[in-house]
């Protein structure tokens, strides 16, 4: 295999005792607010990922959340002039 095929299959390597690298549980927490959560993620996530982490970062995306539509909420305010 070529090195390109070799690094287009390492993600899917991964053994069921490995943890889940930041950015998976980041893009998961963020589809999963937004509804949008293949089946085969939010499996991946019940094996690999660990509750904690997966609760940690839920409430820093509501809170982010939260803070972005006040934030649009205001601006909007302003710029209408109310």
């Given at each position: ?12 390597k991964q ?8 950015l ?25 990922g ?20 006040i ?10 002039g109310?």
């Amino acid at each position: 295999m070529s090195d390109q095929e070799n690094q287009q299959q390492a993600p899917q390597k991964q053994d069921k005792g490995d943890s889940l690298k930041p950015l998976h549980v980041v893009s998961s927490v963020f589809a999963a607010g937004l509804g949008v959560q293949s089946s085969k993620n939010r499996e991946r996530d019940f094996k690999q990922g660990r509750f904690g982490v997966f609760i940690a970062a839920g409430i820093i995306f509501t809170g982010l959340f939260v803070a972005a539509v006040i934030t649009v909420v205001q601006l909007v305010l302003k710029g209408s002039g109310g």
